[in-house]
Each structure stands twice: as C-alpha cells, then as structure tokens.
Nanobody, 124 residues
Framework: QVQLVESGGGLVQPGGSLRLSCVVS????????IGWFRQAPGTEREGVSA????????YYADSAKGRFTISRDNAKKTAYLQMDSLKSEDTAVYYC?????????????????WGQGTQVTVSS
C-alpha cells in the first residue's frame, strides 16, 4: 500500500520561503512520479509541480516557474518542494500525490495515492 506524508507547511510572510517534504512508502522501485498540488478554499485542486523519481525530470505550472523548485532524494524516498518569493495567492493546502510509471502529469485525476495535506499560509 502506497502512503505519503507531507510536512513543512506553516505561516510565512510575503517574500519568504518554505520547504515542503513528502515521504513516500510502498513502492518497490523508483518508477513513479510525485506531484505537488494545492487547493485554496472554493477552488479546484491545482497542479503545481511534478518529478519523476527515476531520473529527476520535472514539470512546473506557470504559477510555480522561477519561484518553486522540486527535487527528490531516492535514498530517503522523499520529494521536496522548495517555495521561494511566496505570495499571498500561494496560500492553500498543499498535497503530494503519487502515480506509478514515468509519465509526468499535472491533473489530479491521474494520481492514485495522496497525502493528507499541509497548510501553507502567506500573510503579513
């Protein structure tokens, strides 16, 4: 059974940084993709970034390009989302999700397993 546990959310001022972590268990190989999504109240879940755990190739939504960096540590079975230059509009619950295979995807419906989410609030 695949399980994901996020951590690292919190309250940060505009312009600040946070690093989210997603610890993954249940995969017997590195042939899977981790995606980061976010959902603000009253909005649909939005894909932010994704990474192939096998080779480290990445995807970024336009809202994340230049400010967010996704990375992974296969030895620790952990994916990270470094978020810099945070804005108030980045406020949301952030989720990591996993899908088997090696195809990057930004649609929530394509991911099979989800973490519980971590709140990120950007406010002065």
């Amino acid at each position: 059974q695949v399980q994901l546990v996020e951590s690292g959310g919190g309250l940060v001022q505009p312009g600040g940084s946070l690093r989210l972590s997603c610890v993954v268990s249940g995969f017997s190989s590195d042939y899977y993709v981790i995606g980061w999504f976010r959902q603000a109240p009253g909005t649909e879940r939005e894909g932010v970034s994704a990474i192939k755990m096998y080779d480290g190739k990445t995807y970024y939504a336009d809202s994340a390009k230049g400010r967010f960096t996704i990375s992974r540590d296969n030895a620790k079975k952990t994916a990270y989302l470094q978020m810099d230059s945070l804005k108030s509009e980045d406020t949301a619950v952030y989720y990591c999700a996993a899908r088997r295979g090696v195809v990057l995807a930004d649609e929530a419906r394509l991911y099979e397993s989800w973490g519980q989410g971590t709140q990120v609030t950007v406010s002065s």
